[in-house]
C-alpha cells in the first residue's frame, strides 16, 4: 500500500503531475509575452517525463522554461502582433455574421486560419525540439504545416477546441493544458524524428535547448 512504486501512488503522482503542470503552464502564461517559452517548456516536459519515462517533471519543465525564457519571449512578441489583428478581423467577421455574405466571408476566414494557428501548433514544440534561428524556425513551421497537412488540421481542430471548453467552463484548465501538449506530441515526435539531426537529439537528451 505505502510502495511509491505500486500503481495506486503512480496514478496519484501522474495524477499530480498532470494539475500542476496544467496550473503552472496558465500561471506563466497570465503575462502573455511568457505563453511562448511555457509552451515549449511545457511539450518538452511531456517527451521527457511522460513518453521517455523520466519522473523529476516539475524540475524539466522550470529548467526548459528558464533555459527557454527569453528566446520564447522574443518569438512571441514577433508572433503578438499579427495575432491580435487576426483576431480583430474575426471580431469584425463576426459581427456581420447574420447576412449571407458576411456568412460566407467568415467561413472563409476561418479555413484560412487553419493556416496561422497551424504554424503556431508547430512552432513552440519545435523550439523545444531543434537548435534553430528563430526566422528559420518561423519559416519551418509554415512548411511543416503545409507539408503534414493531415496533422495540422487535428492539432488546430484539437486546440480550437480545448481553448473553447476552457473558455466556456472555467475547471477544464486543470488538465486541458497537459491535454494538449501530450496529443500533440503523440502527433508531432513522429513528424520530427524525420528532420532531427544528431546535434538536435544530442542537445534535446542532455538538456532544453537554447536558441
Known amino acids: 500500500m505505502f510502495d511509491p512504486n505500486n500503481l495506486f501512488w503512480r496514478i496519484i503522482s501522474r495524477g499530480v503531475d498532470i494539475i500542476g503542470l496544467s496550473l503552472l503552464w496558465a500561471a506563466l502564461s497570465l503575462p502573455i509575452v511568457t505563453c511562448g517559452p511555457a509552451t515549449s517548456a511545457l511539450y518538452y516536459t511531456i517527451v521527457k517525463s511522460f513518453l521517455q519515462?523520466?519522473?523529476?517533471?516539475?524540475?524539466i519543465f522550470w529548467k526548459a522554461f528558464k533555459d527557454n525564457l527569453k528566446p520564447g519571449i522574443i518569438?512571441?512578441?514577433?508572433?503578438?502582433?499579427?495575432?491580435?489583428?487576426l483576431a480583430y478581423f474575426y471580431y469584425v467577421l463576426q459581427l456581420n455574421w447574420s447576412t449571407n455574405i458576411g456568412a460566407v466571408m467568415f467561413v472563409a476566414y476561418d479555413l484560412m486560419l487553419v493556416v496561422p494557428i497551424g504554424m503556431l501548433c508547430w512552432l513552440f514544440p519545435m523550439q523545444a525540439r531543434f537548435v534553430l534561428p528563430r526566422k528559420q524556425m518561423i519559416k519551418n513551421s509554415f512548411f511543416l504545416a503545409m507539408k503534414h497537412l493531415f496533422t495540422t488540421i487535428v492539432l488546430v481542430l484539437l486546440t480550437v477546441e480545448l481553448i473553447i471548453s476552457t473558455l466556456e467552463y472555467w475547471w477544464p484548465i486543470f488538465f486541458t493544458p497537459m491535454v494538449w501538449a501530450f496529443i500533440s506530441a503523440l502527433f508531432l515526435e513522429k513528424k520530427f524524428k524525420l528532420y532531427l539531426s544528431e546535434s538536435d537529439q544530442q542537445k534535446f537528451d542532455r538538456q532544453p535547448p537554447v536558441i
Open 75 to 85: 518569438l512571441t512578441l514577433i508572433i503578438l502582433p499579427f495575432a491580435l489583428i
Open 53 to 59: 519515462g523520466d519522473r523529476d517533471t516539475f524540475h
